[in-house]
């Protein structure tokens, strides 16, 4: 009995491996899915605001400065961009 | 023994291995985020700051900003050239437990220009016009002027000085009289105020004078004294280079060209040029930038006075054409003056603060308070498990605090716009184009009453900006087990 007993002590369990890379990776993917998520959206967004900048300045608006909702003021809103979402946990 | 050792080593091998690896890389790639993040704001900070600067150069020039104490429709002239510093002071990317502790300053500046008010001149005392550049900080609006009014006595003795004054050149400089100055026909010649300008070094400019022109020069205003860029007596500028220097002074006497043409030939400037204050289609105005009261720098003489501005925005004696007290914007006497500073400045305050006072601006210096007394601005909160009458299992980690973030601004003038004494100004047609962002008016801005506050210094002139900026965070889940199975330990009563 104690030598059987140390035998299975020593000896490794049936897919360990398989078992601990499954479960270990399944973490690191998830984990990696909503960095590499929100790296994607750092990089789009980052390009997206400059282009929505040079949109804005180049749309064609009511030519009356008094406009002001529809005049050449809108051009130059500092407020002109609106953040994109970041999906970075579901939302593809 | 050896299988054994082996089989030993390599248990949870590659969990291990994916942990270490997958560490490595979150942090990297985490790095990498929080650097990004860092340029976002900076991006977004300057698209920002250079589109508010051109709003607020179109929105000022068109007349949309402040109604009559703002200028009407026609707008004002205040943000034709408007500058613009935003400064936010944001929560870097950060994954501690109650969120990102530490901030980062993200700051821009830009210009913009809206020409509609291009042209637009500047009356006596229409402070809506005077130029001005807009500090953004964490939200807060400080509107600061770049320039004043003035009115400068120019006669030889302070008791013939019209009433009310600002400043009596005399006082700022014992020579500023030339006793030769206007030939009225009879004795004795006229005095008049030494006043100057300066002249740059191009081919369209006809008054330049040095050597190539043959040294003499006109209107008895001689190279040595062009060339004395202090004005100590002494030339600076050694003749050789003479030709090829940028700029030189030339003489401005306090005398009015237009009653000199009025007298038909009755009055004779004998040093410098005149002022010629008024202008035709044919003629333009002369010499209407002047440095009046000798800081080497020039100031604008005003010449309109619709309103009637007391006393007049000009006094001019009718008989000798000599001007006896002038109107000026002068950009030295703003809220902020610039001019004249450099960085050394700045270290020179640093190496010793008690005797040197700081060069205006927004300094340096900045401070964060987080208050943690009873009542005041942190909380951070891990709630209990239980409440009365039902049963929750919580877990609760909560920010709930408030942080302070002291930035100071050094003003050069107490113009009188942000506190009166120790009132705060609220005057509408003072603040037409904000609020007054100052809270508190006071000597001691670091008393408990105080210290929480946007305060302005009114000894050292120093605005000492807080921005109260709220920051909460945190998660808290909530699991209702008021219907779970329980056992009810009661305590048996004795």
Request: charged letters at 20%; hydrophobic letters at 35%; proline letters at 5%.
């Amino acid at each position: 009995m104690a030598l059987k007993h140390t035998k299975v002590r020593t000896q490794p369990k049936k897919a360990q491996i398989i078992l601990e890379f499954l479960f270990s990776m399944i973490i690191v993917f998830v984990m990696m899915f909503g960095l590499f998520m929100i790296f994607r959206w750092v990089g789009y967004e980052f390009g997206w605001r400059r282009v929505e900048h040079d949109q804005r300045m180049l749309n064609s608006v009511v030519e009356d400065y008094r406009a002001l909702d529809q005049g050449p003021i809108e051009q130059i809103d500092p407020y002109f961009h609106k953040p994109a979402k970041m999906n970075a946990a579901w939302g593809l | 023994m050896m299988p054994k050792i082996k089989r030993t080593l390599t248990k949870a091998q590659t969990a291990t291995e994916l942990a270490v690896f997958g560490t490595i890389l979150i942090f990297v790639i985490g790095i990498i985020v929080q650097q990004a993040m860092s340029f976002h704001h900076l991006q977004n900070q300057n698209l920002r700051t250079l589109r508010l600067a051109m709003t607020l150069s179109y929105r000022h020039s068109s007349g949309f900003v402040g109604g009559a104490a703002g200028g009407g429709p026609a707008g004002n002239a205040s943000r034709n050239f408007a500058s613009v510093l935003l400064l936010e002071d944001r929560l870097s990317a950060d994954a501690g437990k109650y969120g990102a502790l530490s901030r980062a300053q993200a700051i821009g500046n830009a210009a913009g220009t809206h020409s509609r008010n291009y042209f637009l001149p500047t009356n006596a005392n229409e402070t809506w016009n005077l130029p001005r550049t807009d500090f953004f900080i964490n939200g807060k609006h400080f509107p600061f002027t770049t320039a004043g009014f003035k009115t400068v006595c120019l006669t030889g003795a302070k008791s013939d000085c019209p009433t009310p004054y600002d400043v009596w050149l005399g006082d700022l400089d014992p020579n500023f009289w030339e006793a030769n100055c206007v030939d009225d026909g009879s004795p004795p010649i006229e005095g008049c105020a030494r006043l100057y300008t300066f002249i740059s070094n191009n081919s369209k400019e006809a008054r330049w004078c040095s050597p190539r022109n043959g040294g003499s020069c006109p209107n008895s205003w001689s190279l040595s004294e062009r060339f004395d860029l202090d004005r100590d007596g002494s030339t600076d500028v050694p003749g050789g280079i003479q030709d090829d220097f940028a700029w030189q002074w030339i003489l401005v006497s306090a005398f009015d060209i237009d009653t000199q043409t009025a007298s038909n030939g009755g009055l004779t400037l004998l040093i410098g040029e005149g002022i010629l204050l008024t202008g035709s289609e044919d003629v333009d105005p002369q010499n209407l930038s002047v440095d009046v009261d000798k800081d080497f720098y020039e100031e604008s003489i005003v010449r309109n006075d619709p309103t009637g501005a007391i006393p007049d925005v000009y006094i001019i004696d009718p008989d000798t054409g000599v001007i006896r007290s002038v109107m000026v914007i002068d950009s030295n006497e703003g809220d902020l003056d610039m001019g004249g500073y450099d960085t050394n400045d700045y270290q020179v305050y640093l190496a010793n603060p008690q005797n040197n006072p700081p060069p205006p601006g927004l300094m340096k210096d900045v401070a964060m308070f987080t208050r943690v007394s009873t009542g005041t601005y942190l909380e951070i909160r891990e709630r209990g498990l239980y409440t009365t009458g039902q049963q929750f299992v919580r877990s609760v980690q909560r920010k709930d605090h408030v942080d302070v973030v002291q930035r100071m601004i050094k003003l050069s003038n107490d113009t009188g716009r942000f506190c009166n004494g120790t009132s705060r100004v609220t005057d509408p047609n003072i603040w037409w184009d904000a609020s007054n962002p100052v809270e508190v008016c006071a000597s001691e801005c670091f008393s408990p009453a105080n210290i929480s506050r946007t305060c302005f210094d009114i000894d050292d002139l120093i605005i000492f900006v807080r921005s109260r900026v709220q920051d909460t965070f945190g998660h808290q889940w909530v699991t209702d087990t008021t219907s779970d199975d329980y056992i009810n330990f009661v305590v048996p009563s004795p």
